[in-house]
């Protein structure tokens, strides 16, 4: 069975810090994904990685940069939090583009900045 | 851009009531739809996945239906229960190489006893 799991469910740090969220795939796709999710703002797309070491800006990139050296983990660093990075954050995967496969998603990590 | 809409944002049916659920997109050139449903706190789980060549799929209780030409797409759930309640996301993806997914903002389903 499909599998996307993010290292933590509940995360909180402190202004300032530079913070690490993991995902880990697997399903050997290529492509993995990280979004936040705000009420009302609905589902953000920050980064994805089609491939490793590869990478691509979503529509909400500042502030955070990610990292795949292997092909089954894609990281998001922020790297110095700030209180309005408080949110849902959502790692997806998803198999090659050409074989119409459906997004997978974890479970989500809570993540609060006092 | 890629706009994708879903209606009503909230809705309440007694148990055993067969629904309807709704997601109209502006750009009728896409690769696929998926429909998800999300439970308070947690993450997407993916419930059906519809082709741009394909008119339905289906899934025990659940059917999704496509017409592409005039941008809709409609989640049918028979015979309604309790642990359906959760939100209903549908997601539009174009073609090409890692192309992103554009969510609608979501149906949230209270199924009442």
């Known amino acids: 069975d499909v599998k996307v799991t993010q290292s933590s469910r509940y995360l909180v740090k402190r202004t300032g810090e530079k913070v690490f969220l993991e995902c880990v795939q697997d399903m050997d796709h290529e492509n993995m994904f990280w979004y936040r999710q705000d009420p009302g703002l609905g589902l953000r797309l920050i980064y994805f990685s089609y491939d490793v070491k590869m990478k691509e800006k979503g529509d909400i990139p500042e502030g955070y940069s990610v990292s795949r050296e292997k092909k089954e983990r894609f990281s998001l660093i922020l790297e110095s939090a700030s209180t309005n990075q408080t949110s849902m954050y959502l790692c997806?995967?998803?198999?090659?583009?050409?074989?119409?496969?459906?997004?997978?998603f974890g479970d989500g990590t809570r993540l609060s900045i006092l | 851009k890629q706009e994708v809409t879903q209606i009503p944002a909230a809705l309440s049916v007694p148990e055993g009531e067969n629904l309807v659920l709704n997601c109209s997109f502006t750009?009728?050139?896409?690769?696929?739809l998926q429909w998800f449903r999300q439970d308070p706190g947690k993450g997407l789980t993916s419930l059906l996945l519809i082709q741009s060549s394909q008119r339905e799929q289906t899934s025990g209780r659940l059917n999704a239906s496509l017409d592409k030409s005039s941008g809709r797409s409609t989640l049918y759930i028979a015979a309604s229960q309790p642990g359906d309640s959760a939100t209903y996301l549908c997601?539009?993806?174009?073609?090409?190489?890692?192309?992103?997914?554009?969510f609608g903002t979501g149906t949230r389903l209270q199924v009442t006893l």
């Open positions: 997601a539009v993806r174009r073609g090409g190489t890692a192309s992103k997914l554009t």
């Open positions: 750009d009728s050139a896409i690769y696929n």
């Open positions: 997806a995967s998803r198999g090659r583009d050409r074989e119409a496969q459906p997004q997978h």
